[in-house]
């Protein structure tokens, strides 16, 4: 499976947060799978740790690329594509994330229900 995270599912794995849930657990940790992070998520985890919204490790940087994640380049492809989906969700964050995810032909992995209405491509855990 090759899966793209979503920005909570990162920050969750990265912090060993009991709020990951199993299935995502499983996913993630099963070698089988291909798992991407999107320079999006980064950007949303430091934007919010600047506005005081979100406390992250000194070592967040460190933990990220001792992961086996592959980095997902953000292309305008991916910007053309989140200008076009319908509003099932607000969030800028995650609109690219489905886009980056459809355009690739990922599965996007969350915890988010709202995003599970963009199709089948996004497993909700």
Request: charged share 20%; net charge neutral.
């Amino acid at each position: 499976m090759r899966l793209l995270l979503d920005t909570h599912i990162v920050l969750w794995w990265l912090l060993g947060d009991k709020q990951l849930p199993l299935l995502a657990r499983k996913l993630v940790s099963d070698r089988g799978n291909t798992i991407f992070v999107s320079p999006v998520s980064i950007w949303e985890i430091r934007l919010k740790e600047s506005l005081g919204k979100l406390s992250v490790p000194a070592d967040f940087e460190l933990r990220l690329n001792a992961e086996s994640f592959e980095a997902l380049p953000l292309t305008a492809k991916h910007a053309h594509a989140a200008g076009t989906l319908p509003w099932h969700h607000r969030d800028p964050f995650d609109r690219m994330l489905v886009a980056q995810a459809q355009v690739e032909k990922l599965q996007l992995l969350t915890a988010d229900g709202v995003v599970g209405a963009y199709g089948s491509f996004v497993v909700v855990c």
